[in-house]
């Protein structure tokens, strides 16, 4: 082969595999895991977080203190389940509407003066329609004021450690003193999701109608619901929308798939469509990167211990709590580990629930958790005849 043929074919050989080089990392290029990529939000404060244990996923200027408008609502249901499960109120009660009440603008369901409505169909109003009149009217029925409900959202919002937040009202109607951050907006929807998980019942109503009873007589009213995401988003379960002309468009959004809960919040979008496309790229993130990997159940028996002078020679011992961790997707098949720590036997008597050792979870060799390991029955102190019969069953 002469010298110029042979320099080519050594030519054509190193365009081959040049092309074919290329193709290759072309091809990983496209295949590039997600968790790579970082989200690009035009918003100009978010936040993702997991709804279990709260850790940030994703976070742009989470901190910075914004107008809420009507997410301010999170709080106020939150304080209305609060009151409910304390007994303070019942969802029957009778709520009678006062003149400051039914003077709110924005966002209502023209509720009159001296209009009765029940707890229930009130927070179906600011649940779903995000009514300003229904919101001040429950506040008012549980604190008695406005303003006393307000230093209650407050003293919420110091125990959940929203450290960037000051509340002047109980619907979001805007005021330059009444702020949040998009970081506390995610903390109080967790207390609420987590609390009452209930509340997605009433945040996935797409249409609904009340009956107003006023001087007229009886009209009927209908609610739409001002987010729209569950309707096209999946796992899209809650929570609330706020607009004004100085806060813009927001919204904390919350859905789950399998295990795992996130909330999206976003502040100050320039439209609906865009507070919805951000939201839904944030969760899209977290679905495609994370999940959620449990330990053994609750109720699960991990040993017996002996009872020393008991009616019965052995307890027992299940979990108290299960453990869950928050793991990068790739994984979700790995297992978390235990050691159950129980003593040789204790002393009757053993009351149900007693605890009576410990389990200690470890996921990849490192301590992830803890939980008592609890008496699965009571057992009583044996008399005489019963400690006699245990000692001849011993012995023969």
């Known amino acids: 082969m002469s010298l110029n043929k042979h320099i080519g074919v050594v030519l054509i050989i190193t365009l081959l595999i040049n092309i074919i080089s290329f193709n290759v990392v072309k091809g990983e290029e496209n295949t590039t895991d997600k968790s790579d990529i970082e989200l690009e939000i035009e918003s100009p404060s978010a936040v993702l977080m997991e709804a279990k244990t709260g850790k940030v996923l994703f976070e742009k200027n989470m901190n910075e203190k914004r107008f809420p408008a009507s997410t301010t609502k999170i709080m106020t249901l939150l304080l209305i389940y609060e009151a409910v499960e304390k007994g303070k109120i019942s969802w029957d009660d009778i709520v009678t509407v006062s003149e400051h009440a039914a003077s709110m603008g924005g966002s209502q369901v023209y509720l009159e003066q001296n209009e009765q409505q029940t707890v229930k169909t009130l927070t179906k109003c600011i649940a779903i329609a995000s009514a300003n009149d229904a919101a001040?009217?429950?506040?008012?029925?549980?604190?008695?004021?406005?303003?006393?409900?307000?230093?209650?959202?407050?003293?919420?919002?110091?125990?959940?450690?929203?450290?960037?937040?000051?509340?002047?009202?109980?619907?979001?109607?805007h005021d330059d003193s009444h702020f949040t951050s998009a970081y506390d907006i995610a903390l109080m929807s967790r207390e609420l999701i987590n609390k009452y998980p209930e509340i997605h019942e009433l945040a996935t109503i797409w249409q609904d109608t009340i009956i107003h009873e006023t001087r007229r007589g009886k009209e009927e009213f209908g609610l739409t619901n001002t987010n729209n995401l569950f309707k096209w988003y999946k796992g899209a379960n809650g929570l609330k929308t706020g607009f004004t002309q100085q806060s813009m468009y927001c919204l904390s959004a919350t859905a789950?798939?399998?295990?795992?809960?996130?909330?999206?919040?976003?502040?100050?979008?320039?439209?609906?469509?865009?507070?919805?496309?951000?939201?839904?790229?944030?969760?899209d993130y977290g679905f495609a990167n994370f999940a959620i990997i449990k330990g053994e159940p609750v109720g699960k028996v991990v040993g017996?211990?002996?009872?020393?002078?008991?009616?019965?020679?052995?307890?027992?011992?299940?979990?108290?709590?299960?453990?869950?961790?928050?793991?990068?997707?790739?994984?979700?098949?790995?297992?978390?580990?235990?050691?159950?720590?129980?003593?040789?036997?204790?002393?009757?008597?053993?009351?149900?629930?007693?605890?009576?050792?410990?389990?200690?979870?470890?996921?990849?060799?490192?301590?992830?958790?803890?939980?008592?390991?609890?008496?699965?029955?009571?057992?009583?102190?044996?008399?005489?005849?019963?400690?006699?019969?245990?000692?001849?069953?011993?012995?023969?």
């Open 304 to 396: 017996s211990v002996k009872v020393n002078k008991g009616s019965s020679p052995n307890v027992n011992g299940i979990i108290k709590k299960q453990v869950q961790l928050l793991v990068n997707k790739n994984m979700a098949d790995e297992k978390i580990e235990y050691k159950v720590e129980l003593p040789e036997a204790i002393q009757a008597p053993v009351k149900k629930g007693d605890k009576i050792g410990n389990i200690i979870y470890t996921f990849q060799g490192k301590e992830i958790g803890s939980s008592d390991i609890i008496a699965e029955d009571s057992i009583e102190k044996a008399s005489f005849n019963t400690m006699f019969k245990l000692i001849l069953k011993e012995w023969f």
């Open 256 to 283: 789950k798939r399998d295990e795992l809960s996130l909330i999206s919040v976003v502040m100050g979008a320039k439209s609906k469509q865009a507070r919805n496309s951000e939201v839904a790229k944030m969760l």
């Open 136 to 173: 001040v009217a429950m506040a008012e029925h549980i604190a008695g004021s406005e303003e006393a409900f307000v230093k209650m959202m407050n003293e919420k919002a110091k125990e959940l450690g929203m450290k960037n937040t000051n509340f002047v009202n109980a619907c979001g109607l």
